[in-house]
């Protein structure tokens, strides 16, 4: 069998921050990278051995792409999957598995798993024409969400009474009940072939109560033991059901009675695991490369507290980037700047990350406000 | 003025492993980078913004190529640093600055400026012409060092005694006081335009007496803490009597005697910093980066115990490498490798690292033995 470290040759569906930070991390192993990203100014354009620019909707696109590789992985789920199916029968390593990715890409079928495999999450319908919100079980409010191509906040709508249900989506979607959540948690889980599963300790997001916004990822959380314990747990479960190969990120709301109820998976490394770069022993990308090349997997361990802020394109700024405040932000201890290439900023676009990392919590969320405040993107 | 977060060209003169690992650092920063090296297959060439074939030494090659970039780092010392004194005329920013590259390419220069300096360093005497060692002052044994391109123990002859002088080298040279050392011990300083210095806490070497060579890198040291402070302060105060701008690798000698005695500088990235990736707050090559861009330099304190394991080809294999025993390694927690992307092996070139964390150190040594016993590089 060919080896990871040299002859092996991995493509990666999607050429953006995800695969740039998978990149630099398997530069260490020597892995021969090819990427295919629609657009030729991807964050993974200079770094990989062969950047090719195409579409991952289209099935020959991927499938063509694939024949040119050993082992296919992603960081994007929106790919054409036919391709993937096809490229697994013909012997090309698909991780994460084309069936998990097809589960994931349809909101429907991924609450209907969730239901069948008694995985606690909110209270849900799923909608096939506007008809059927009429006659929906669920009280208001509620939230519709798109079963297909939602990503970062589109294809989610608010019903709050019957006043909305005009503006209703009319594609095929679910209904959810509102949950009043305490927290937003997350578990992000990896496993490899021969079946070695080990979950990073749980995080935390802290809200902005006033943007509605999702400002800082803490590791590791300081809630009970007994909800990290079973955050955990629902994430390995999630990942022995679907024995998926690669990393599993699990997103979970705490409600205010104390439940968790997951809310959506990612087959993939995910913006919840970016701290574990500088925070963990073994980083989420590490792990990623370990579970898809079927090696033991690393050390989950926690270092340090660590809070990750998302470097956001400013409002009301369109254009090449500059960035400002880099200066004050290196002159603090303990913070690491990642920026993802992208040329162009635009509003809320994620431009790079910064990792505070601190023995003393309060300090490194303090810290962690600083950055959001002195790190600018304009144009 | 240009910043080094997107529009400055940085430009590297050599593409090996520790160009690779000053890029894997820079695409944090989204640095443009292009790298002139000889060798088409050099570590560095899939990983920057443009990769040029052609020679170090070459005036022409060395001035083309920098009159291309907004500023010139090297990460060998074995470069033409006449074009570069001309580059930095014309506005180049070259850093570390030609006069230091001129400096340290030779060993005679090096011994004289630590002479003029008082910094500490083992008796020499500068042989021009095979005559001069015939009236040598300093008593058998005694070292011959080339002036010039010795590297990685070439250009260096042990005359035991009068016997020897007959194999001895008729270039340019220098010979050096046997020093029967205690340790070999380093300490990386790094300084910014400002005028900015920090030192890394010292590092040991770990000999192993039977084949006479480095095995391990330790850090931090655990040499009382005077040697320590003596150390650092000798290093902090090289790098501010020659204003460099960048990193400065000061390797020394602790004798039996408790003195220390300067052996070699090196003015950028090292072989005894590698640890830092992952044993300090900021690594060599993060601190390099902020130097040479006039940024506020990072924390070196250390965040654990860091042992270093070069991984050298074995003796009786030369061809396209093969690794064998990584799934091995990748047992052990806080075992991180780092492989260089060199496609041949031969014995004893260098094709990887790999750095053991540890809160204990004698369990950090014990596991670094058994990298080396496990991972070895055939073909």
Same mark, same amino acid.
């Given at each position: 069998?060919?080896?990871?470290?040299?002859?092996?040759?991995?493509?990666?569906?999607?050429?953006?921050?995800?695969?740039?930070?998978?990149?630099?991390?398997?530069?260490?192993?020597?892995?021969?990278?090819?990427?295919?990203?629609?657009?030729?100014?991807?964050?993974?354009?200079?770094?990989?051995?062969?950047?090719?620019?195409?579409?991952?909707?289209?099935?020959?696109?991927?499938?063509?792409?694939?024949?040119?590789?050993?082992?296919?992985?992603?960081?994007?789920?929106?790919?054409?999957?036919?391709?993937?199916?096809?490229?697994?029968?013909?012997?090309?390593?698909?991780?994460?598995?084309?069936?998990?990715?097809?589960?994931?890409?349809?909101?429907?079928?991924?609450?209907?798993?969730?239901?069948?495999?008694?995985?606690?999450?909110?209270?849900?319908?799923?909608?096939?024409?506007?008809?059927?919100?009429?006659?929906?079980?669920?009280?208001?409010?509620?939230? @519709?969400?798109?079963? %297909?191509?939602?990503?970062?906040? &589109?294809? $989610?709508?608010?019903? !709050?009474? *019957?006043?909305? +249900?005009?503006?209703?989506?009319?594609?095929?979607?679910?209904?959810?009940?509102?949950?009043?959540?305490?927290?937003?948690?997350?578990?992000?889980?990896?496993?490899?072939?021969?079946?070695?599963?080990?979950?990073?300790?749980?995080?935390?997001?802290?809200?902005?109560?006033?943007?509605?916004?999702?400002?800082?990822?803490?590791?590791?959380?300081?809630?009970?033991?007994?909800?990290?314990?079973?955050?955990? @747990?629902?994430?390995? %479960?999630?990942?022995?059901?679907? &024995?998926? $190969?690669?990393?599993? !990120?699990? *997103?979970?709301? +705490?409600?205010?009675?104390?439940?968790?109820?997951?809310?959506?998976?990612?087959?993939?490394?995910?913006?919840?695991?970016?701290?574990?770069?500088?925070?963990?022993?073994?980083?989420?990308?590490?792990?990623?490369?370990?579970?898809?090349?079927?090696?033991?997997?690393?050390?989950?361990?926690?270092?340090?507290?660590?809070?990750?802020?998302?470097?956001?394109?400013?409002?009301?700024?369109?254009?090449?980037?500059?960035?400002?405040?880099?200066?004050?932000?290196?002159?603090?201890?303990?913070?690491?700047?990642?920026?993802?290439?992208?040329?162009?900023?635009?509003?809320?676009?994620?431009?790079?990350?910064?990792?505070?990392?601190?023995?003393?919590?309060?300090?490194?969320?303090?810290?962690?406000?600083?950055?959001?405040?002195?790190?600018?993107?304009?144009?």
């Amino acid at each position: 069998m060919k080896s990871f470290y040299g002859d092996l040759k991995l493509g990666i569906l999607g050429g953006g921050q995800l695969g740039r930070m998978l990149i630099q991390q398997a530069i260490n192993y020597n892995v021969t990278v090819k990427v295919l990203d629609p657009d030729r100014e991807a964050p993974c354009r200079r770094l990989c051995n062969e950047f090719i620019v195409g579409h991952l909707n289209d099935y020959d696109t991927v499938y063509n792409f694939g024949k040119k590789v050993d082992m296919l992985t992603i960081e994007i789920e929106k790919v054409n999957v036919d391709a993937l199916e096809q490229l697994e029968k013909e012997g090309v390593l698909v991780y994460p598995q084309s069936r998990i990715i097809r589960l994931i890409q349809d909101k429907g079928l991924q609450k209907q798993f969730f239901k069948e495999n008694d995985i606690p999450t909110a209270e849900f319908q799923i909608i096939s024409s506007p008809e059927d919100l009429q006659q929906s079980h669920i009280p208001f409010p509620y939230i @519709q969400k798109l079963r %297909r191509d939602g990503y970062d906040g &589109k294809g $989610v709508y608010k019903i !709050a009474d *019957e006043s909305y +249900l005009e503006g209703a989506f009319t594609e095929p979607s679910l209904i959810e009940r509102w949950v009043d959540f305490e927290k937003e948690i997350a578990v992000i889980v990896a496993r490899n072939d021969e079946g070695e599963i080990k979950a990073f300790p749980m995080v935390e997001m802290e809200f902005n109560p006033e943007a509605n916004l999702v400002e800082f990822l803490i590791s590791p959380s300081t809630l009970p033991f007994e909800v990290q314990q079973e955050a955990e @747990q629902i994430a390995i %479960r999630i990942a022995d059901t679907i &024995k998926i $190969v690669g990393l599993l !990120a699990v *997103e979970m709301f +705490l409600d205010k009675s104390g439940r968790i109820l997951v809310n959506e998976l990612a087959p993939r490394p995910h913006n919840s695991g970016h701290q574990s770069i500088e925070g963990n022993v073994v980083s989420q990308f590490e792990q990623h490369l370990r579970a898809i090349f079927n090696q033991p997997l690393g050390d989950t361990t926690c270092l340090s507290n660590a809070v990750m802020v998302n470097v956001l394109g400013e409002t009301g700024y369109q254009g090449p980037a500059i960035y400002q405040g880099i200066e004050k932000i290196l002159k603090c201890e303990g913070v690491y700047i990642h920026l993802y290439g992208k040329i162009l900023t635009k509003p809320f676009r994620k431009m790079g990350h910064v990792t505070v990392v601190d023995d003393d919590r309060e300090k490194a969320i303090e810290k962690a406000r600083y950055v959001q405040e002195t790190l600018k993107v304009i144009a």
